[in-house]
């Protein structure tokens, strides 16, 4: 786990820090049996934030979530996943490979029936539905609920993206000058460690992104949807005054610190007339989706930058935006890839810069 940026677990308003679990592994063992216990001992706190019912059996309280994942928890079983990006216009596939949950999970649901004293009812595989909680104390059937929430979040979080919301920066005349400046870069700057043609963003997918999404079912993805329309009805016009937004790529930087060992090289984008309307509309889109749980909330801002050369290119040209930060025991994901020397580019194009006409 990184110490400076430990994984949180954001349920019922409240805000959880999940600890990795140390575990010995051994030939037999399944791997994520210890894991999942470690889960069901960290939810012990209830949340008043739940609606529990009271029947004339008890209480009872449901949880709605895709059935991917409860699939997943209660079933070991997997569907494929699209790879989409979402703009308030159009969407694009990129297929992906299904990926499966290794590990028995048949008493998943018994062990949190026993030791929450509930009865859990789950839809059948390949039905779409809720998740219902029953029990003679109100307690118990918010524990089992708050663990429920755990697993589903755990779940979400260890699936690839499946969406990106995101700006597109892909007019022909940026597309042409973009190639122009991958030319010029290639010409000078070719002998420089880690430099070549596959690190380039692909000239028809520049684009501004504002934040990843995990959606596994139809019903996410129309609810995204009706989200990005109701920003666009609520906020998104009045910021843009109805009209297209005149943005700028003006300067290079790098995200790591040493520009010496560069893994993603972008693109500075801001408002031509030095306005802050991209910045607000920006920022108010990341925001209504993090309130709705779509996006989980790690930064309070977007960073406003259009990847141009990015590492992981060079073994997979698809490859941005693909990887979720942490694996399942809170740990920061590093992805093999070749560094390249950017200093260069840096000296050389530091003044690159892009006037794009573009309807946000």
């Known amino acids: 786990m990184e110490v400076l940026r430990p994984q949180l677990l954001r349920i019922g308003g409240r805000v959880y820090r999940k600890n990795p679990i140390q575990e010995q592994t051994y030939q037999h063992e399944e791997e994520d049996d210890d894991y999942y216990q470690g ?35 209660f079933f070991n079983t997997s569907n494929f996943c699209g790879f989409q990006k979402i703009t308030l216009g159009c969407q694009d596939i990129y297929p992906r490979r299904p990926r499966h949950i290794v590990g028995k999970r048949g008493d998943t649901r018994k062990k949190l029936e026993v030791e929450t004293k509930t009865s859990i009812t789950i839809p059948k595989p390949g039905q779409e539905g809720e998740i219902v909680i029953t029990g003679q104390h109100r307690s118990g059937v918010i524990s089992a609920r708050t663990r429920i929430d755990v697993l589903l979040l755990t779940f979400r979080r260890k699936q690839p993206f499946t969406h990106f919301l995101a700006f ?23 002998m420089d ?4 043609s596959t690190i380039f963003q692909n000239p028809k997918k520049l684009h501004l992104t504002i934040g990843m999404l995990v959606l596994l079912s139809e019903q996410e993805i ?17 910021i843009s005054g109805g009209k297209p937004l005149e943005v700028e790529m003006a300067g290079i930087e790098y995200m790591n610190d040493d520009p010496g060992m560069v893994d993603v090289l972008y693109a500075k984008v801001h408002m031509k007339d030095g306005s802050n309307r991209l910045q607000e509309l920006v920022d108010r889109v990341l925001e209504r989706f993090q ?19 990015n590492t992981l290119f060079r073994k997979d040209p698809n490859a941005e935006g693909r990887y979720n930060l942490y694996t399942a025991d809170g740990k920061y994901i590093f ?12 000296k050389v194009f530091n003044m690159y810069t892009q006037s794009i006409l573009g309807k946000l």
């Open 291 to 309: 309130a709705s749980g779509l996006i989980v909330k790690e930064w309070n801002s977007v960073k406003l930058h259009a990847t141009v050369m």
């Open 335 to 346: 992805k093999e890839r070749e560094s390249f020397d950017g200093r260069n580019i840096l």
């Open 168 to 190: 597109f920066l892909n007019e022909v005349e940026v597309q042409e000058r973009f190639l122009k400046f991958q030319e010029e870069v290639l010409e000078k700057c070719s």
């Open 193 to 196: 460690h880690g430099v070549d």
């Open 39 to 73: 889960l069901m001992e960290c939810a012990e706190e209830p949340c008043e934030a739940y609606e529990v019912v009271q029947t004339p059996q008890g209480f009872r309280c449901t949880v709605k979530a895709p059935s991917l994942l409860y699939n997943l928890i």
């Open 222 to 238: 129309q609810q995204t949807c009706e989200m990005l329309q109701q920003c666009k009805e609520e906020f998104i016009d009045d």
